[in-house]
């Protein structure tokens, strides 16, 4: 046996002769004048592949995947944003038809190895006094924690007879505003802790105290800022299958997270990691939300392990309100510092952020918001500090954008208010201001979470302003005000700029593997939550392999498929996996190649990939196809394999990077208030973005126009309400408003593309930049179309109460109204 | 808990189910009858994910109970693409004007434009976005939406033309 060589086996043979010799001449007449090797795929709006079965009612979200015998599981939550609790009655509810079980956190002692859980994915033992705990029992401190876990054998049993749990309670001394918290001698959110001060962060560079002494102007301004929620439409959901086979444990979960579900998961569990698999399904929107790992993720794969039974839970919407993390609220006191010429000298301030009542992750949220404040401007000299204070609400994380449009809000306000105390115009202001061309890549003096310096890495900011404007008619603008005003209507336009750091590190897996089929399967740690990441992949697959993007299947957040991945955030996936898949797929083509040369005896340089095929460049129709290639690859048993090659057709990438790549935008919006109503509609919006090499423009676009959307929500109408018990009243869609279709004008969108850098890509994030500057952009409009009452907007969103009020302050006492939350 | 034998046509077929009688017709759909593509997003009636048609007419599945729905014609996303596969305009269009991201709210919306398109078969891009302001959609921006549902009722209009 061990004398027959690869170029023997019977496949090979077969294949040479006829079938060979068809396909090839069949593929090339229909591309006559476009070589198909070099055929564009990369780049084109090529039609998403996730969309037949979307469109069909055929995908395969949490709740869509029927498993025998599950039960459904409901959660008794807290009712008061700060209480012990003194007694928890169960067994009314365990009597109740349909339940199995209504289990404690005791009750899960058994088959967990900590009562709380790990702060992100570094092991069980990693909990801290603010990672939040799997059921709490002993004391409260947000409405909506979760307390009991009930499982019967319908949902609306479950959920009966979470309501019949008696529950009793102490009330203690509730802390519903950060900045109150953040005093020595506030009442402490949970008395295991002895501050509420979670941690303070001072953020900064150069010689701060000296530019505010030689400026010529200080301005100064507070502003309170607030997010509301992700939102997706699809709220969270888990379903846990166990294997009686194995002892292991499936896991479903909607996050953007698996593979940092899965390692927190063996490290609470206790699971062997090879007894455990977490998948995402088809996932109905991230944005933020499902980036943490939350208590009922651990709850109900923990139940099902104590109760050795599947069981699933679907969150509703009054659960999201109450229990998904919000970005909720910011407060900044901010000093600017400039010449004569409004030229930036400094920068100077505080920052107390709301942090809810547990950390389940680190806090890069207002880290964020503290490095990204100079955006895409030079300040010379920065200094913030930062206070993270605990609260009795539901806990802060990111949401779209985390915490870079507070960040762009703050420094636009700042330069807002540089223009109105100068008289200059707020374009002018940041043109003498943004990084120009011939200073990139500028490096600021600040780290990123990695440790790796923050370089704004390429793109023209001036001329992405100049274009904006000049497209939005920046200049008439006066002219057209002066004749709105003329006839009773108050006009404004309002312009931001923005950069948003994308590609976060530190790699993520791309794993290209073509079957004997010639199908090709891309694997990877990213996470599809309706992006189109997986349409994005497999062209980038597609280019390399020279096969259309439909012969290749993405299988995203599987942590069996991929055994490492990092997930979805960040605006990342596209340059991390993007550059993974790439380079994977260009082993691939090479390896295709290197054994198609061995197997038909034709020197590698002689050999070229077209149409799925490695085919002779002086005679096509000796060729073999990547389907055949990765069948002599398989090996077959005894037989001798080529000493060059290595078995499989396939490549695994983990491309990785410390730094991030830069993409910027500048916004212009024109809004028209009506004064009386304190309503604001806007009028036009452009929109100018460089996000790098696009790899599928449709998608891009998309994205964007999402991103501007939430944007516009932030500014206009999305408010989460508390009361000052820190009860939640906005719990309904009806009270918390998204916004709807007609609060949309038409948008205009304006790029450039000015490739990255940084990746083989060239590529740029896209889901958040498109959501960063939309608040101050609108803003500055507001602010500018109620000129005629000289009013100052210190906050977003801004709700048309409060714009009503403001105006009507301005016309009582004509000066400067200004609010302040 | 009560039961009740209910008959109703579920995208032109007769179904008899026997259904708990506080089962939501969007709950019977998706776990009575396995039609999982109808969404349900709020379950209090205000962002449209679980809009079918009954009768022709758009209503909220999630605020209707399932026997509510004895005797009446009940459309859903399953039904709208031809027998054969064929996919309806709209399908197509979303698909050519990328309306659709997570795929969540899309069932929804296209069955509210399926109504729409039906009973406007020239709408304005205004009355585009009016018929689905009842419609929440967090990934799209509602643009490419509206630009698709133009697009579907181009062709529709021309082919009724043919």
């Given amino acids: ?821 | 808990m009560l039961q009740k034998t209910i008959k109703l046509q579920i995208n032109g077929c007769e179904r008899v189910a026997a259904v708990d009688t506080r089962t939501s017709l969007a709950d019977f759909l998706r776990h009575g009858l396995s039609l999982t593509g109808t969404h349900v997003g709020c379950e209090h009636g205000v962002c449209g994910t679980c809009t079918v048609l009954l009768d022709g007419a758009s209503v909220r599945s999630c605020l209707m109970l399932a026997v509510q729905a004895e005797g009446h014609h009940v459309e859903t996303i399953e039904g709208l693409a031809q027998a054969d596969g064929c996919f309806h305009p709209l399908q197509d269009a979303f698909r050519d004007k990328h309306g659709l991201q997570c795929g969540y709210c899309t069932p929804g919306m296209l069955m509210t434009l399926k109504e729409l398109l039906r009973e406007t078969p020239d709408p304005t891009e205004a009355e585009v976005r009016d018929a689905i302001s009842g419609n929440i959609c967090r990934c799209t921006g509602y643009q490419s939406i509206v630009n698709a549902t133009l697009q579907a009722a181009r062709v529709m209009r021309m082919k009724k033309g043919d």
């Avoid at chain 1, 309170?224 to 444990?249: M, T």
């Avoid at chain 1, 490096?443 to 900011?461: E, F, H, I, N, W």
């Fill in chain 1, 1 to 821: 046996m061990t004398d027959l060589t690869l170029e023997d086996l019977p496949l090979v043979e077969d294949c040479a002769p006829e079938d060979l010799l068809e396909a090839p001449r069949a593929l090339k007449k229909e591309n006559v004048e476009v070589k198909p090797s070099q055929r564009r795929i990369v780049g084109e709006s090529v039609p998403r592949l996730e969309d037949p079965a979307l469109l069909t009612g055929q995908g395969h979200f949490l709740d869509d995947i029927a498993l025998p015998d599950v039960l459904h599981v409901a959660f008794a939550r807290s009712a008061h944003a700060h209480a012990a609790v003194t007694r928890i009655d169960v067994e009314a509810a365990r009597a109740m038809p349909g339940v199995h079980a209504v289990l404690l956190m005791d009750d899960l002692e058994s088959v967990v190895t900590t009562r709380r859980m790990p702060l992100s994915a570094a092991g069980a033992k990693n909990t801290t006094t603010s990672t939040p705990f799997i059921l709490s029992n002993d004391e409260v401190a947000y409405v909506g924690e979760p307390m009991v876990l009930v499982a019967a054998r319908t949902r609306c049993q479950a959920e009966d007879a979470a309501a019949a749990i008696e529950i009793e309670y102490d009330i203690l001394t509730v802390v519903a505003d950060a900045r109150e918290a953040a005093k020595p001698g506030s009442p402490i959110v949970r008395r295991e802790l002895k501050t509420n001060v979670l941690n303070s962060i001072e953020v900064g560079y150069g010689e701060v105290d000296e530019a505010f002494g030689k400026a010529e102007h200080v301005f100064a301004t507070d502003l309170w800022q607030h997010r509301g929620c992700g939102h997706p439409l699809e709220g969270r959901g888990v379903l846990a299958e166990v294997r009686p086979a194995d002892g292991g444990l499936y896991v479903w979960s909607s996050t953007q997270m698996p593979h940092d579900l899965f390692y927190a998961l063996t490290g609470v569990l206790g699971l062997d990691e090879n007894h455990l698999r977490v998948m995402t399904p088809d996932v109905g929107g991230g944005f933020g939300p499902k980036y943490c790992l939350y208590p009922e993720e651990f709850a109900v794969p923990a139940a099902a392990r104590l109760l050795g039974r599947n069981l699933k839970w679907v969150e509703d919407r009054r659960e999201n309100f109450l229990a998904a993390i919000q970005e909720r609220d910011q407060f900044w006191k901010l000093e600017i510092a400039v010449d004569a010429n409004a030229k930036i000298l400094g920068i100077r301030g505080t920052l107390v952020h709301d942090q809810g009542a547990y950390a389940p992750k680190p806090v890069n949220l207002p880290y964020n918001s503290a490095t990204a404040l100079t955006g895409p401007y030079i300040v010379p000299a920065y200094y913030i500090e930062v206070q993270i204070v605990h609260t009795n609400k539901v806990p802060v994380s990111s949401v779209r954008g985390a915490g870079y449009p507070q960040a762009a809000f703050a420094m636009e306000r700042l330069l807002d208010l540089v223009s109105y105390e100068l008289g200059i115009d707020r374009a002018e202001v940041r043109r003498r201001n943004l990084i120009p061309l011939d200073k990139m890549p500028y490096t600021k003096p600040l780290k990123a979470r990695s440790g790796a310096g923050l370089v704004c890495d390429s793109g023209d900011y001036l001329a992405a302003q100049a274009e904006t404007l000049a497209r939005a008619a920046w200049d008439d603008f006066p002219a057209r005000q002066a004749k709105a005003l003329a006839e009773g209507r108050y006009i404004g336009i309002g312009l931001a700029n923005a950069v948003k750091g994308t590609g976060r590190g530190p790699f993520e897996s791309g794993i290209v593997r073509v079957a004997q089929s010639g199908k090709v399967s891309v694997f990877t740690g990213a996470t599809a939550m309706g992006q189109g990441i997986g349409t994005a992949l497999a062209q980038i697959c597609a280019q390399q392999l020279s096969v259309t993007p439909d012969s290749v299947t993405v299988i995203s957040g599987d942590t069996t498929m991929s055994p490492l991945g990092i997930g979805g955030f960040a605006s990342r996936q596209l340059v991390t996996a993007g550059s993974s898949v790439h380079i994977a797929a260009q082993e691939v083509a090479a390896k295709a190649v290197k054994a198609a040369s061995a197997i038909l005896r034709i020197p590698e340089d002689d050999l070229e990939l077209v149409n799925g095929r490695v085919q002779s460049c002086a005679d096509s129709t000796k060729s073999m196809s990547l389907g055949d290639i990765a069948t002599a690859l398989r090996g077959a048993p005894g037989y001798a394999f080529p000493a060059e090659l290595e078995p499989g057709l396939e490549a695994r990438v983990h491309w990785k990077t410390d730094a991030l790549t830069y993409s910027n935008a500048c916004h212009v919006a024109e809004v028209e208030v009506d004064i009386e109503l304190g309503e604001v509609k806007i009028l036009r919006y452009v929109a100018f973005h460089d996000v790098g090499k696009r790899i599928n423009p449709m998608i891009v676009e998309g994205q964007l126009h999402g991103g501007i959307v939430h944007g516009i929500g932030n500014a206009l109408y999305e408010f989460m309400g508390f009361d000052e018990n820190a009860q939640p009243v906005t719990t309904t869609f009806a009270e918390y408003l998204l916004v709807t279709a007609t609060e949309v004008p038409p948008l205009e969108l304006i790029g450039g593309e000015t490739p990255s850098p940084l990746n083989p890509l060239g590529a740029k994030g896209v889901g958040e930049v498109g959501t960063i500057p939309v608040a101050a952009a609108i803003i500055s409009a507001v602010e500018n179309a109620l000129q005629p009452f000289q009013v100052r907007i210190t906050q977003t969103p801004i709700l048309p109460p409060t714009l009503f009020h403001l105006v009507r302050a301005a016309q009582a006492a004509p000066l400067k109204a200004t609010i302040t939350r």
